[in-house]
C-alpha cells in the first residue's frame, strides 16, 4: 500500500451520488451503491463520503443507506454530514463506519471533537475545514455546506481542531472544489506547515500533476470527486481511479 492516500470523496444528496462545482448545482451522476462497488474493483484504499444536505435539513445521516455501503465497501470507510452528538457517532461506527468526519458542528463547538477522539482514539475523527478568500484576500471558514460564514482564521482553526483531538484534516477551498483547475496550494501549503497532524488536500484537482503538486508542499494524503467521476470536457458520467502502477510512479520519489 502506498504511504500517500489518494481518496475518492463521493458526495450525497437524498440518497443519490451527486457532483457539483464550488458546493453549488449539485446534478445526479449515479447510485452510491454501484459507485462502491467499482472502486472495490479499482482497489482503492479509503473512500469518502459526505452527505450535504443532511445539516442544511437539520436532520441526522442517512443510516439505513450508510449501512448498505458499509456492507458493500471492502476498503476503510469515512462519512460525514450531519453529524451532531456521540450518540450518532457511536452508531455510525456500529455501522462500519471508520472515520467520521465533523465540519459544522465543530465550527461552533470543538467539545465534540474532543469527546469522541476520547472514545474512539483521534485516528477515526476527522475534521473538514472548507475555506474562501474574502475581498481582502484572507480566508475564511465556512459551514453548512459553504452557505455559512464563521470568521475563523483556517490556520488558526487548524490547530484549535488539532489540540481538541482530531486525528486529521480535510481541507477544501469552495471556490476551486469541482472546477478541475488545481488545488489551493496556498492555502495547502499554511495549514501543512501549522499543524503536525495529516492534511488531506480536496478541492480542484484535475490530474495527476495535482496530486504531487500538493504531497511536494506537505499535503499527507489527496483527496478529489469530479476527477473520479467525470470524463472529458463533457463531463460524461465515469467511476474511474488511476491504477496503483500509475500512483507508485507518482509518488515514488516521495516514498
Known amino acids: 500500500m502506498l ?7 463521493l458526495l450525497l444528496q437524498n440518497g443519490g451520488l451527486v457532483k ?17 462497488r467499482i472502486f472495490n474493483e479499482k482497489e482503492v484504499d479509503e473512500l469518502a463520503f459526505l452527505d450535504i444536505s443532511a445539516t442544511l435539513e437539520k436532520r441526522e445521516p442517512n443510516y439505513e443507506l450508510i449501512a448498505d455501503i458499509a456492507t458493500e465497501a471492502f476498503m476503510p470507510l469515512a462519512y460525514g ?36 477522539s476520547l472514545i474512539a482514539g483521534a485516528q477515526s475523527i476527522v475534521v473538514a475545514i472548507d475555506v474562501k478568500k474574502t475581498l481582502l484576500g484572507r480566508y475564511e471558514v465556512f459551514t453548512h455546506n459553504g452557505t455559512q460564514k464563521t470568521a475563523l482564521n483556517p490556520i488558526e482553526y487548524a490547530l484549535i481542531v488539532q489540540e481538541a483531538g482530531a486525528g486529521e484534516i480535510i481541507l477544501t477551498n469552495i471556490e476551486l472544489e469541482g472546477t478541475a483547475k488545481g488545488y489551493d496550494l496556498e492555502i495547502i ?37 469530479s476527477m473520479f467521476t467525470f470524463h472529458g470536457k463533457h463531463k460524461a458520467v465515469l467511476i474511474t481511479y488511476p491504477s496503483y502502477t500509475e500512483l507508485e510512479n507518482l509518488f515514488l520519489e516521495r516514498e
Open 189 to 225: 501549503e499554511k495549514v501543512t506547515q501549522a499543524v503536525s497532524i495529516p492534511v488531506i488536500a480536496h478541492g480542484g484537482a484535475a490530474n495527476l500533476a495535482d496530486f504531487k503538486q500538493a504531497v511536494d508542499i506537505g499535503a499527507s494524503a489527496v483527496a478529489a470527486g
Open 20 to 36: 457539483g462545482e464550488k458546493f453549488k448545482n449539485h446534478k445526479y451522476v449515479g447510485d452510491p451503491i454501484n459507485a462502491v
Open 3 to 9: 504511504k500517500t492516500r489518494v481518496i475518492p470523496i
Open 81 to 116: 454530514g450531519g453529524i451532531s452528538s456521540l450518540t450518532q457517532i457511536e452508531k455510525l461506527f456500529r455501522l462500519g463506519v471508520e472515520k467520521v468526519i465533523i465540519n459544522s458542528t465543530s465550527a461552533k463547538n470543538t467539545n465534540l471533537v474532543k469527546e469522541a
